[in-house]
């Protein structure tokens, strides 16, 4: 239950301005893949076009090819909600749906493809929070406001909502950045466990989780304000982290500039 | 004096480390907070304060400020109370010299030398009209303010908004007059047809004549509570984080289906608000109403046939002959209009209050 995604000269605009340009870059199934970079340099429009998020915003368009298996997301016979459902997202700060329990949030994707059956739901929300290491803290208040759990606890409530429609890859755009390294832990512990079933790429600006929890590494760059963002090297962690091919992914990474 | 500006770029790194998730001692905060509060310190010892602490100003412009409001605040309980005095010392002698029930006599003739009148029919005239108007306007409201927020292109969205804005300023008589001068002959029609084919609901039964009606009087009210209505729940819509409608949309949300899992429950307290002003926009008005009802003192459901009174329009038809007795009945039934109005209000605070919990957590 994991698959493979291969982006072919992806190029991504916001109206007339052009974010990333020419990305191309192979994520293996079951892997952690990791995109750093300094700001600006596109790693998260980059990381929205995956599925198909960053058209959301007025006049954002992507071209280029980005394929799941070989299916060009892009194509226009496809559903892009089924996209969407394929290639699960978790965002910057938690965003649990701020009217509905614990319970309601973790199956809200689940309910929106149709699923009535509340025995179904129970299990699955079950299985969600036990993924997202939350279970044992929120068993007994499911019908509590998902809004009233701390900044971590909230971050893997919305993991479990991401990973109970049982996507293919789960997306994380900087998930910890907004939490206490103790509830950070938490989250690459958890990102450890779900490798074994789905491809997971991440957006951090922590180059010391990269390096932790990530498999392969991205280094996305750009010249200077206003160009594209672009990808400079992409390789196993380890290469990067200790002998990168490329003096400006050095030059990052040892903290020279960025 | 030297020191202020260490702190504050003490400050600055300590903002900065944590946004990125490092550990950093929480010696740091306090430190913040421990930086000089105060603003204005006489003594020309410099904004710090060099030498002893200054004495605090007995009688200053926040003691001044503080009464002010608080007279403010008395004043309009005041004039409240004042009013409800005055309301209750004029209706208690009409009511005293009723002599049918008021609560369930149908018919309003308090200028006679035995005053009989009864609020049930006004009651239910104007319980009714005001229902109906949101039944009709509210479905339509949303899904104006829908389109507005979510589907218009923003220019478009900005000036229909300020259109639906500019009918709000319509004065009320205008639309009674427009309502029974010209809306009344489709209305009629309408009214005919849903006679014809539907006629075996009460509500829709009969033999007219037809126009004048309840079904009449709703229209022109639901056109106008229709502004309020959208224009609040637009901007309300308009709050919805985007991180809550991005969610949605990741989850693999239809836009439809992400405006009914974010932004509809999200904007559910402010939607009860704006039919709230709504509902008080049609329990009260006036004008429009005494022109457009038949003008009957009956309880009925028919909707279509010539009929239907409220308590407000009463109060404009009869006032002008009214007596001493049917000036304090009129006021009676104001007051009885007050306490319609009040007993809604308290019914909506009392659903919004029920989901505190959810709402509260939201902000």
């Not at chain 2, 819509?237 to 985007?242: D, E, G, K, R, Y």
Request: proline fraction near 5%; aromatic fraction near 8%; hydrophobic fraction near 45%.
């Amino acid at each position: 239950m994991a698959k493979r995604i291969e982006a072919a000269d992806v190029t991504a605009y916001y109206g007339g301005f052009k974010a990333i340009e020419n990305i191309n870059l192979t994520v293996e199934p079951k892997t952690v893949t990791a995109l750093i970079g300094p700001s600006g340099c596109g790693k998260s429009t980059f990381l929205r076009s995956i599925n198909r998020m960053h058209e959301v915003l007025p006049g954002a368009r992507v071209e280029g090819s980005l394929t799941i298996d070989g299916q060009d997301i892009y194509d226009r016979d496809v559903d892009v909600t089924a996209v969407r459902r394929m290639i699960g997202m978790v965002f910057q700060r938690p965003n649990p749906f701020p009217t509905m329990s614990i319970f309601e949030n973790v199956v809200a994707g689940l309910r929106l493809n149709g699923v009535r059956k509340k025995s179904i739901l129970d299990e699955a929300a079950e299985k969600a929070l036990r993924s997202a290491n939350l279970w044992d803290e929120v068993k007994d208040r499911l019908g509590k406001p998902g809004a009233g759990l701390s900044g971590g606890q909230q971050q893997r409530l919305c993991i479990a909502r991401t990973i109970a429609v049982e996507p293919q890859v789960v997306l994380m755009d900087e998930p910890c950045s907004a939490l206490d390294p103790i509830s950070t832990l938490a989250i690459e512990d958890l990102m450890f466990q779900l490798k074994d079933k789905f491809t997971i790429i991440i957006v951090t600006h922590n180059m010391q989780q990269a390096a932790r929890v990530s498999d392969r590494t991205a280094f996305f760059s750009i010249e200077k304000t206003g160009d594209p963002g672009r990808l400079i090297e992409y390789d196993n962690t380890q290469k990067i982290f200790s002998n990168p091919s490329v003096k400006k992914t050095e030059d990052y990474i040892t903290g020279r500039f960025g | 004096m030297g020191e202020t500006p260490q702190r504050s770029a003490d400050a600055g790194t300590g903002g900065t480390r944590v946004t990125h998730g490092h550990e950093w001692p929480a010696g740091a905060s306090a430190r913040v907070a421990e930086a000089p509060v105060s603003t204005r310190t006489p003594g020309g010892a410099g904004l710090g304060g060099g030498g002893a602490l200054p004495t605090a100003r007995r009688f200053g412009a926040e003691r001044a400020f503080r009464g002010l409001t608080l007279a403010a605040g008395t004043f309009v309980l005041a004039v409240i109370a004042a009013i409800a005095i005055f309301l209750i010392a004029k209706a208690v002698p009409a009511l005293r010299a009723n002599t049918a029930n008021f609560w369930t006599f149908e018919g309003w003739s308090p200028n006679d030398t035995e005053p009989k009148f009864g609020i049930g029919a006004l009651a239910f005239g104007t319980v009714l009209s005001s229902a109906l108007a949101l039944l009709i306007a509210v479905p339509v409201a949303l899904g104006i303010a829908l389109y507005l927020s979510h589907y218009a292109p923003r220019r478009l969205g900005t000036g229909l908004g300020f259109l639906i804005d500019l009918l709000a300023a319509v004065p009320s008589v205008v639309f009674g007059l427009w309502g029974r001068d010209y809306f009344s002959g489709p209305v009629t029609d309408l009214s005919i047809w849903l006679n014809t084919y539907f006629g075996w609901i009460p509500l829709f039964g009969g033999n007219g004549p037809y126009g004048a009606s309840i079904l009449l009087g709703a229209l022109v009210l639901a056109i106008m509570v229709l502004p309020i209505i959208t224009s609040l729940s637009r901007e309300v819509f308009l709050q919805t984080p985007t991180a809550n409608q991005e969610a949605a949309l990741a989850l693999g949300a239809t836009r439809w289906e992400m405006l009914r899992t974010a932004v509809l429950p999200y904007g559910r307290p402010g939607i009860i608000a704006a039919v709230m002003l709504g509902l008080g926009r049609a329990l009260g008005e006036t004008i429009a109403l005494a022109l457009t009802l038949g003008i009957t003192f009956d309880i009925s459901f028919n909707l279509i046939e010539n009929g239907g009174n409220t308590i407000a329009a009463n109060i404009a038809n009869a006032f002008g002959e009214a007596n001493e007795t049917g000036r304090g009945a009129l006021i009676a039934s104001g007051l009885v209009l007050f306490a319609i109005t009040l007993i809604v209000n308290i019914t909506a605070r009392a659903i919004i209050h029920r989901r505190r919990e959810f709402t509260e957590s939201a902000a």
